[in-house]
């Protein structure tokens, strides 16, 4: 079965073809936001006129009409846009300057045509798996208003999986664009990490990192081709001549491995739980492949990548932050910030050292079982759902949500890459997401078994009472 190209690549090649102005894609996009954001709460900031002022210039041929050409963009408040504030949905930073510079990838979404209607919501400093703080309050989902979209790239998820825009920006250091995509039924990657050129040095330095998510395969690959390439300053990023020879799917034999767990924290919840081992035997399906189960115990036999993924991530943001500027303001912080930074505070060196040292081990037990063909299922988050203010239970206290939750952080640390794709729905009718990881730069072949699992199980492009972007073109 063969579907449609993604939004992405009908607008702007109606854009650059002349069929359809910047100036009516971007309005569009802006009475979207409009209409839906008083229930979902996705914008940190709007910037209607400046956005219609950058679609007239592509309209009059004064900016770039490129892969991008006049698709409206938000940008994740956790990255510089040059000219407006980066607040990271903080209160503390409620009146930090703008900023003097683009991001990267920001940066290049604007080379390829982008238009910034705005920025997106995220939980405080991006250290959530929901998307609520003091500053912008809650973000909710748009196939489920009471619950998350997930964070920390939530506002962008939300907006994109909603139809409100065509783009958002995302960053992943321990989820963060795998967790609202798959909560929000989108395809997302978090890349090799360097794949994407790093400028300046995350708060999470060796464990974040931008990536894209869309509403279908070929649309992320083409956002991957426009967001990926090195940049002066970043020790790991690969050069053009190497991202070049990627591998690609290529017909060869590919070893499958499947997991419900890669840490033991239990079983899954039964709703996941079934869901994951339905969309594993379509995903064997899908691929031809035999499936290789692998349990959670003994899974990493030196320590666990999950645990020392917080020990190292809290302290390091402490040190991004400033141990002063972090305990002068934590009255100001939201409770799960507060807890989340007073245990940096309390990291030893002699702890933090460790855990890094423990990083190779765990990236040569990921090493040892992908080789060069290997594949390993999980699913992208081990919950059905939780409210949109971050709690499990309405009974219960805000708080960080447990690691039982997750999924995600190994391949932040150990660097490999990985994607999820919708595949299935779950007991809250929230998309179940599930998540394959691969060896490192194989990113490409991600994407190729995203499209074939597209074109054999194709999801749905928008939430349900939200419209495709792309139907700008049929009004």
């Not at 683009?102 to 929901?130: C, H, W």
């Not at 090493?367 to 499990?392: F, I």
């Amino acid at each position: 079965m063969t579907r449609s190209p993604g939004p992405l690549h009908v607008l702007s090649a109606a854009v650059r073809e002349g069929r359809l102005s910047a100036s009516t894609l971007v309005t569009s996009s802006i009475e979207r936001l409009e209409a839906a954001n008083p229930d979902l709460n996705v914008l940190a900031e709007a910037t209607f006129d400046e956005a219609l002022g950058a679609a007239a210039a592509i309209d009059h041929g004064k900016r770039p009409t490129g892969p991008l050409a006049g698709i409206p963009t938000l940008i994740k408040d956790l990255e510089d846009w040059r000219g407006h504030p980066t607040r990271k949905g903080s209160l503390a930073l409620r009146d930090v300057a703008p900023a003097t510079s683009n991001g990267v990838v920001p940066q290049r979404l604007l080379d390829a045509g982008a238009v910034i209607v705005g920025k997106s919501t995220l939980p405080e400093f991006a250290i959530e798996g929901y998307t609520a703080n003091l500053l912008t309050g809650v973000t909710r989902n748009p196939w489920n208003l009471d619950l998350s979209p997930g964070g920390s790239s939530g506002g962008s998820a939300a907006a994109v999986a909603a139809g409100l825009v065509g783009v958002a920006s995302a960053t992943d250091g321990g989820g963060s664009i795998r967790i609202p995509a798959s909560f929000c039924g989108l395809v997302g990657l978090k890349p090799t990490n360097g794949l994407i050129g790093r400028w300046p040095a995350h708060d999470w330095i060796d464990y974040s990192t931008d990536g894209p998510f869309a509403t279908s395969s070929d649309d992320l690959r083409l956002l991957l081709d426009v967001m990926a390439g090195p940049i002066a300053g970043d020790p790991t990023a690969p050069t053009r001549a190497f991202l070049a020879n990627m591998a690609r799917l290529d017909g060869r034999p590919l070893r499958v491995f499947a997991a419900e767990r890669t840490s033991p924290f239990g079983p899954l919840p039964s709703g996941v739980e079934t869901t994951f081992h339905e969309a594993v035997d379509a995903f064997a399906d899908v691929m031809k492949a035999t499936i290789t189960w692998r349990e959670p115990e003994g899974f990493f036999v030196d320590g666990d990548p999950d645990l020392d993924w917080f020990s190292v991530t809290t302290a390091e943001h402490v040190t991004s932050l400033g141990r002063a500027w972090v305990e002068e303001h934590m009255g100001e912080f939201h409770v799960s910030t507060q807890e989340f930074l007073t245990a940096g505070l309390d990291v030893t060196a002699e702890e933090y050292l460790n855990a890094r040292r423990r990083r190779f081990r765990y990236v040569r037990t990921m090493d040892e079982l992908l080789g060069d063909d290997g594949l390993l299922l999980t699913p992208t988050l081990a919950s059905a759902g939780y409210l949109a203010d971050g709690r499990l239970r309405a009974d219960t206290d805000v708080h960080g949500l447990p690691p039982e939750v997750y999924s995600t952080a190994v391949q932040n640390v150990t660097g490999h890459p990985a994607l999820t794709f919708p595949f299935g729905m779950l007991p809250t009718g929230l998309p179940f997401g599930l998540q394959v990881t691969a060896a490192h730069y194989d990113d490409y072949l991600l994407l190729d078994v995203a499209d074939l699992v597209e074109a054999a199980y194709p999801w749905a492009r928008s939430a349900p009472g939200y419209e495709s972007l792309a139907t700008v073109l049929a009004s």
